[in-house]
């Protein structure tokens, strides 16, 4: 091997350990990230040399060792040679090299030892240490000299090693008490022996260094803080008595070290430079020379970098997104970070000046991790919500339907508004305030435009919701009837001993429809609370139900008209024992309301079953039948298409005392309002004989009237854009009603074949038969009475209820 190759290879050895000083004082979490790619379970406070059994197998780690070797010695040896240079400079004395030379074999027997992978290095701290108090009782002259020489070496080069293990464990606790404990322990020995206090500044460096850095590595992060501040706050007490400067001197330079002022005032006239010399347009490329990316430990805050971050996404959002992550990722800025995401989120939504740019909203701000920062709140998440309302009405396909569905992101802005003028903050009341404002000045230009479209347009609107279960909140007054079902439920919850209700019917005869609507058709003190149970049925431990039932509550309460805000229960005792701690934050949440019923609507409740045999577990029953047996102010709603008989025998023992409400189709003046007045000023576009054949077909079933009646508006609407009809005529008849009905089957086949497939093999033979013309017997008397339960057979048992059913069997027996 060459000269030259030798020589490059020493120097690029000397770099890569100035680069790891570097890193163990200013990049620790880059420190610890190396590590781990060295090794994945080496860790700053690691000893390498305990891991020696791996180093044939991995040369990276065995540099390492010998690089943390050769730092911690070598820095050392400078720390006392700084030491000696100084002494002589400033007090004008020889110094004592005699000493220093047996200090420094101390030291290096400490190397010594290290390298040999002894791992009592507590036993040979505590040895030492003892000696340095004890050898002046026993020893004097050159022997007092060398004993006390090599334990403290011994002693600082344990106490340095600790530190230099330490120095990054933390982003500032540990960090900055263990490294500047040692940093700064020497600065105090400069200044002590510069006023002629050697011994004692010895002694009292001693204890600082090494009982100060044991307590901190002992107590941790904050409590680590904590004590190095009190630690140079009794020291200054002590010199002060003792009017010792050293002591003063060392106590005060101890605590400005804890806070790395020594490198945060450079850093500060460098942020303050950046700031000052290059304005506005220029911040972006000031982002990788902001003091963080050079130092990952700056204690006390520096001004302007969250406002230079948040103007710099404007010209370049990805620059400004590297910055934030690398803040929150390997630095302890996590609060500027916070604070440029807040600014930029509020630039982002006050600066909407159109509809399309609120549409964009959530896909601006995707990248912002939920939860959001606490200076954003709940207000964020708010604003996102209402953009993707607001993008679902830009999707709607007529003019009418998306005016309709703004009314749903306008009201939440309206609510929005109310709440901000609330808060306490004033800041983001003010900025946030303006902004919902803004948006809702938009909202509310672009609903009356899209209004005036419609009633603009030849075609008819399309104003009926066929599928999904109808929403309050956009459906309007499109829900009809159930008025003896609302009553009744009114009237039994505000008995003196409420029942368990059972709301049960069909597939899609609007039960889930009746629950939504129930908190504005029952009396003020009655608050339904509606849960999902098909949701929280996904749920694989009882634990996991608990979370969610807890959390579908309290989104209940908050989507109430009144709306109710609940507290949230006790997340560590919802997961030691869900189910009783759920029982108790009922408890308090019935306290907390008093004169208020609770009447907690569980919809698909069959899904229990599910949650009962996968977690073997009948707890979330024993639950409810608690619930029953002890909070009088709440009350069980089931709603399901199964009646009890239908289910497993166990849940006879826990829905005692159960009303039953049944819900059946609609009666025919509702069916008919349905038709013909589905929203308010809404023209006639039926001939008599079409509502007649619509309610026959359908037998009122809420669902397919309608469906029915969308497909007739689509058919209309198609004649209309080819001039087959006039506008203002167009009436649907009874032909068009027959000519939609293959493309309701179609389009209504989840329901028809959900309906089939739920039948047992003896009902769906009894049905081919009746098809095929064929008279029931007398041993199809027990199918007959399931199926007109069912709504499927009329009480004769020899036709169908409904017309469309028989007409989707017959062509799904055709096919067969």
């Not at 464990?169 to 960090?175: K, P």
């Not at 940093?183 to 022996?193: H, Q, S």
């Not at 390997?330 to 000046?353: K, M, W, Y």
């Amino acid at each position: 091997m060459s000269n030259r190759s030798l020589t490059s290879g020493f120097w690029n050895y000397v770099a890569e350990c100035v680069r790891l000083i570097y890193w163990i004082y200013f990049k620790p979490f880059t420190f610890e990230r190396w590590l781990r790619d060295i090794h994945p379970q080496l860790k700053p406070r690691d000893n390498p040399f305990n891991k020696r059994a791996e180093f044939h197998t991995n040369p990276r780690l065995r540099r390492y060792a010998g690089q943390v070797w050769w730092v911690t010695a070598v820095v050392q040896i400078v720390a006392v040679l700084l030491v000696a240079r100084v002494y002589t400079l400033v007090s004008g004395d020889s110094f004592n090299w005699f000493q220093s030379s047996v200090f420094l074999m101390g030291c290096f027997i400490r190397r010594v030892i290290e390298r040999g992978g002894n791992e009592n290095r507590e036993f040979i701290f505590a040895v030492a240490f003892g000696t340095i108090f004890l050898a002046p009782n026993f020893l004097s002259g050159v022997a007092l000299d060398v004993a006390f020489g090599v334990a403290f070496g011994v002693v600082f080069g344990v106490a340095f090693d600790v530190a230099f293990d330490a120095a990054f464990v933390v982003a500032f606790g540990v960090v900055v008490g263990v490294v500047f404990v040692v940093t700064f322990g020497v600065v105090g020995v400069v200044f002590g022996l510069a006023v002629d206090v050697a011994y004692g500044m010895a002694y009292g460096v001693a204890f600082v260094v090494v009982v100060g850095m044991a307590f901190v590595m002992a107590l941790g992060e904050d409590e680590g803080m904590v004590f190095n501040l009190t630690l140079g706050v009794v020291g200054m007490g002590l010199g002060m008595i003792a009017r010792v400067p050293g002591i003063m001197i060392l106590s005060v330079a101890f605590i400005l070290g804890v806070f790395r002022v020594y490198f945060w005032l450079p850093e500060l006239l460098w942020i303050l430079t950046l700031f000052l010399l290059f304005r506005n347009e220029k911040w972006v490329n000031c982002l990788r020379y902001l003091p963080p990316c050079f130092d990952e430990l700056i204690i006390l805050p520096l001004p302007f970098m969250d406002v230079m971050i948040v103007e710099a996404y404007r010209k370049n959002p990805d620059v400004a997104r590297e910055t934030i992550n690398y803040l929150i990722t390997s630095t302890n800025h996590q609060r500027v970070a916070a604070q440029a995401i807040s600014g930029i989120a509020g630039d982002i939504l006050n600066r909407c000046q159109r509809l399309s740019d609120i549409v964009e909203i959530a896909n601006q701000l995707a990248w912002i991790s939920s939860p959001p920062p606490e200076e954003l709140g709940t207000v964020l998440p708010q604003f996102l919500e209402i953009s993707q309302d607001v993008r679902a009405s830009e999707e709607a396909t007529s003019p009418y339907r998306k005016y309709e569905l703004l009314n749903i992101p306008i009201t939440a802005l309206r609510q929005l508004g109310q709440s901000l003028a609330l808060t306490k903050d004033a800041r983001v009341a003010v900025s946030f305030g303006n902004t919902a404002q803004s948006w809702l000045i938009i909202l509310e230009t672009a609903q009356r435009t899209l209004n005036e479209q419609a009633q603009q347009s030849k075609e008819i609107r399309q104003v009926y919701i066929a599928g999904n279960s109808l929403d309050p909140k956009t459906a309007k007054n499109r829900f009809k009837g159930r008025i003896d079902i609302f009553r009744e439920i009114e009237s039994l919850a505000l008995s003196e001993q409420p029942p368990v209700l059972l709301l049960y019917g069909g597939r899609r005869t609007g039960k889930t429809s009746a629950l939504k609507y129930l908190p504005y058709r029952v009396q003020a003190n009655i608050v339904p609370l509606l849960v999902d149970l098909q949701g929280a049925a996904s749920a694989t431990t009882l634990k996991g139900l608990a979370e969610n039932l807890a959390q579908q509550i309290i989104e209940a309460a908050r989507r109430l008209p009144r709306r109710v805000y609940l507290p949230n229960p006790d997340a560590s005792k919802l997961a030691e024992d869900p189910f009783p701690a759920l029982q108790t934050w009922l408890a308090e949440i019935e306290r907390s309301n008093s004169g208020k019923q609770f009447l907690l609507c569980l919809d698909e409740y069959e899904r229990l079953g599910e949650v009962v045999e996968a977690t073997s577990s009948r707890a979330p029953l024993n639950f409810m039948r608690n619930l029953l047996q002890h909070q009088r102010k709440w009350i069980l709603l089931f709603s399901g298409s199964h009646e009890l008989s239908e289910l497993d025998d166990y849940w006879s023992d826990y829905l005692i005392n159960t009303r039953a409400l049944r819900m059946t189709y609609l009666h025919e003046l509702e069916a008919r309002d349905l038709i013909q007045q589905p929203v308010e000023n809404f023209r006639d576009i039926y001939e008599p004989t079409a509502v007649d054949e619509i309610i026959q077909l359908t037998r009122c079933q809420p669902y397919l009237v309608q469906l029915v009646c969308y497909e007739l508006v689509e058919l209309l609407n198609r004649d209309i854009r080819r001039n087959r009809r006039e506008a203002d005529t167009a009436k649907a008849t009874a032909q068009d009603v027959k000519e939609v009905i293959p493309v309701v089957l179609e389009r209504g086949d989840q329901y028809f074949r959900e309906l089939w497939t739920s039948l047992t093999d003896s009902d769906r033979s009894l049905l081919r038969r009746i098809i095929h013309g064929e008279t029931p017997t007398q041993q199809d008397k027990g199918v007959i009475r399931k199926l007109t339960r069912k709504e499927i057979l009329t009480q004769e048992g020899n036709a169908f209820q409904v017309p469309l059913v028989q007409k989707y069997i017959e062509q799904l027996l055709e096919e067969e």
